[in-house]
């Protein structure tokens, strides 16, 4: 079965552009997600009382780029955390997807959450196509600093850079 294949045929042969752009103030949100398989509330204006949020968005979990996004953005926790940052995946995927996801291909090194409806919308992340029956988000990563604007916008199918701009971008916030 091609279904790996055409999926990535299908989602980088999709442009993306973000709406939110550095500067914007990055829609407050609760969900729900989990982190090394357990089910947690996420709050984005709790985790920004810590220090910038790295918001990744990824189309589906268990499909190629998500899974090597993912392990990516696991490695490079340490130096996230050692910038001040917490990273927080997500998709549209369920919560009980990925409460499986975060303890398998995140490593439960980091907490990823299901983006519903209201938060797809306010981060412009729709990329408008279904996979297996569900809606996928684009791959787009934010960087929020502490007063919750949007410091840094990464937006490409291609889950390559998206782990060193973002860390990048979370130490030049830093020097700021």
Do not use: W
Request: net charge positive; proline share 5%.
């Amino acid at each position: 079965m091609r279904l790996v294949p055409t999926l990535a045929a299908l989602l980088l042969a999709t442009p993306a552009v973000a709406a939110l752009a550095p500067g914007a103030k990055a829609p407050d949100f609760t969900t729900r997600g989990a982190i090394a398989g357990k089910v947690f509330t996420v709050h984005l204006a709790e985790q920004l009382k810590k220090g910038p949020v790295v918001l990744y968005f990824f189309p589906a979990a268990y499909t190629g780029g998500c899974n090597a996004e993912a392990h990516a953005f696991a490695e490079a926790v340490p130096a996230f955390k050692k910038a001040g940052a917490t990273v927080i995946g997500m998709s549209a995927d369920n919560v009980e997807t990925l409460s499986k996801f975060s303890a398998e291909k995140c490593a439960g090194k980091f907490a990823v959450a299901s983006a519903g409806p209201k938060v797809v919308a306010g981060y412009d992340v729709a990329l408008g196509k279904q996979v297996m029956g569900r809606d996928v988000t684009k791959r787009t990563s934010y960087v929020i600093g502490r007063d919750g604007r949007v410091a840094f916008v990464h937006d490409d199918m291609n889950p390559a850079e998206h782990v060193s701009s973002t860390l990048a971008a979370v130490e030049t916030l830093n020097r700021q």
